[in-house]
């Protein structure tokens, strides 16, 4: 699988954005997929994820009702919806997916590939 995520850029504090992230093969309905994030100087974290179906969702507990993690497997697409960012947000994003049948979906060890990055700046 081959993953390419898209849609960064700077926008205001209280801005948004919306992430995409576009998939390769024909297999994408059954991955779990993840975004994550990594601040300069810091280690890369967990944002949310979602699985196979979309039925099930899983958020960072600090983007919860601000971001929206969502699929389709027809368009081999997830996205990230990011409403009132902030601008400690503000890192490289990254798109992942899982294989496994129950990922534990906030550890990065979870995933086997992953998108190159996409810089989202939210500015004070």
């Known amino acids: 699988v081959q993953l390419q995520a898209y849609g960064g850029g700077l926008v205001p504090a209280g801005g948004f954005l919306r992430l995409s992230c576009a998939a390769s093969?024909?297999?994408?309905?059954?991955?779990?997929m993840g975004w994550f994030r990594q601040a300069p100087g810091k280690e890369r974290e967990f944002v949310a994820a979602?699985?196979?179906?979309?039925?099930?969702?899983y958020y960072l507990d600090s983007v919860k009702g601000r971001f929206t993690i969502s699929r389709d497997n027809a368009k081999n697409t997830v996205y990230l919806q990011m409403n009132s960012l902030k601008p400690e947000e503000t890192a490289v994003y990254y798109c992942?997916?899982?294989?496994?049948?129950?990922?534990?979906?906030?550890?990065?060890?979870?995933?086997?590939?992953w998108g190159q990055g996409t810089q989202v700046t939210v500015s004070s």
């Open positions: 979602i699985s196979w179906s979309g039925s099930s969702t």
């Open positions: 992942a997916a899982s294989s496994r049948i129950a990922p534990t979906p906030r550890y990065q060890y979870e995933y086997d590939y």
């Open positions: 093969g024909r297999t994408f309905r059954s991955y779990y």
